[in-house]
């Protein structure tokens, strides 16, 4: 066997999910050791489902730089004088990935990033599955922010506020003095939606960073009880309550789901995949409480927290998570003066309505529409590098397919467009005990679809056949899933 330091990683470009040829995948039959040309053609994410083509390859993970290879750490205005210079404020994944494909297009242009946090890389959607697994938050982290930047050969700024921006001198005004730019990019993300609780109790808990993921941990390992004396209630039942109920209930966690409305992912599911997700969570433990709201959070006398619902029922846990979805931060564009609606609003080749500030990522809305996911930062980083580079580039959205990482019962889904929601109609291709496929015709043609269990491994398939006449049978037509 090769030295372990010739092993290779690969990342799925849809869900972020990273192949360790050294660590293997266990649970898929792949044994430590297995590269990744040697993994079967039918082998699948295990978090999303699509296959081995979806994956792309890691740069090797880079070494701690010496403190002194890279300047990581800014502090003063000395440095940031270049009227040339790209910067970017915001240090999730959207930023990062401009840096990384802006510096392959450009091997000289000074690149500055701006992050409140340390800037170290990881990826966002394994926040949500990864206590089954037992994963520490020191290993979610891919690549801290210094060795990162090191590699990149950009100048990372961490731990730093952005005060205000002066658009008229081009400079972002922060605590540690002003920061010249030629061609600004916001990639301020999103962040967890709160609601405020009588009762007193601390506000639940959010998972939408490494920080909160290592506030959860600390909590479900508070006082060293088994899992199975921990109990979680999540408060939200679209993507991220769903996987994070999945995930804890894998974990031995008790977890009582709140949702406001009829059944899970409300808006997305067709209604019998969310009656199939509903029992596959409801399998693994999960106690439902639909068509519900809390209406106060307080502490017990036995020092666990009691969530009060309308109607009368009471839930007590030890930990309360909130899964209401996501804001986007536009508080900074709203207050330079930027155009924002939902997020902060992008044209087709991500400018905003200043043409030396651009937005990519959570936070900006295209089209009327805001995209949350890997794979579109990704097509947005990618279109918006070329553009700045230089060579514009009008953004392409790509499907809009869903994943559902609940192991429990892997979901994608392509939920059909405003423009067909009520034109058509979903039609069962096949339901059995492996899973459904479901399609979604409008005006004769396929507008979208729906895929759970086995099935769910097709979205490639199905993907290429968006747009394409409707092909199902008067058979398959009587059977319709809503």
Not at 169 to 177: E, H, Q, S
Not at 284 to 296: I, K, L
Not at 327 to 347: K, M
Request: overall charge negative; charged content about 25%.
């Amino acid at each position: 066997m090769s030295n372990t330091d010739d092993f290779k990683r690969y990342i799925c470009k849809v869900c972020g999910y990273i192949y360790d040829e050294a660590r293997g995948d266990p649970d898929s039959g792949l044994a430590p050791g297995t590269r990744f040309e040697d993994i079967p053609d039918d082998w699948y994410c295990p978090d999303c489902n699509v296959t081995k083509a979806d994956f792309t390859a890691l740069e090797p993970r880079a070494a701690e730089p010496d403190t002194t290879a890279v300047a990581s750490v800014w502090s003063g205005p000395e440095g940031g004088n270049d009227p040339d210079a790209i910067v970017i404020i915001g240090g999730g994944m959207a930023g990062w990935a401009l840096a990384e494909s802006l510096r392959e297009r450009d091997p000289h242009r000074t690149i500055r990033l701006i992050t409140a946090d340390s800037g170290d890389y990881y990826s966002k959607p394994r926040l949500s599955n990864a206590i089954q697994r037992e994963v520490a938050p020191a290993d979610l982290v891919e690549e801290t922010g210094p060795a990162r930047a090191a590699r990149l050969r950009i100048e990372l700024m961490p731990f730093l506020r952005v005060l205000d921006v002066q658009r008229e001198r081009k400079r972002v005004i922060t605590p540690r003095g002003g920061i010249a730019y030629g061609q600004l990019v916001l990639a301020t993300g999103a962040r967890p939606r709160q609601l405020a609780f009588a009762g007193g109790a601390e506000a639940p808990l959010v998972v939408n960073s490494l920080d909160d993921y290592r506030r959860l941990r600390v909590a479900l390992e508070a006082g060293a009880a088994a899992p199975e004396r921990t109990r979680v209630a999540i408060i939200g039942a679209g993507l991220v309550g769903c996987e994070l109920a999945d995930d804890l209930s894998a974990g031995g966690y008790p977890v009582a789901l709140v949702e406001r409305a009829p059944g899970p992912l409300s808006g997305l599911l067709p209604s019998l995949l969310a009656e199939d997700l509903r029992a596959a969570l409801e399998a693994c433990g999960v106690q439902w409480h639909t068509g519900a709201t809390v209406e106060r959070i307080e502490m017990s006398e036995q020092g666990c927290r009691r969530l009060s619902l309308a109607g009368g029922d009471t839930i007590e846990a030890e930990v309360v998570i909130s899964a209401l979805g996501l804001v986007p931060n536009r508080a900074l564009a709203e207050r330079i003066g930027l155009a924002c609606h939902q997020g902060i609003e992008v044209d087709a080749f991500l400018g905003t309505t200043d043409p030396a500030i651009h937005a990519l990522g959570d936070g900006c809305e295209f089209d009327g529409r805001l995209r949350p996911y890997v794979e579109t930062l990704r097509g947005q980083a990618a279109a918006l590098a070329r553009t700045l580079s230089g060579e514009p580039t009008a953004y392409q959205p790509d499907a809009g397919i869903v994943q559902v990482k609940t192991s429990s019962l892997p979901l994608n889904v392509r939920p059909p467009q405003q423009s067909d929601a009520g034109a058509g109609e979903w039609v069962e291709i096949v339901g059995d005990g492996t899973g459904r496929h479901l399609e979604y015709y409008a005006r004769g043609r396929v507008a979208g679809f729906a895929l759970s269990g086995v099935h769910a491994r097709g979205v490639r398939e199905l993907e290429r056949r968006l747009g394409q006449p409707a092909s199902a049978s008067d058979e398959h037509r009587h059977r319709l899933a809503s």
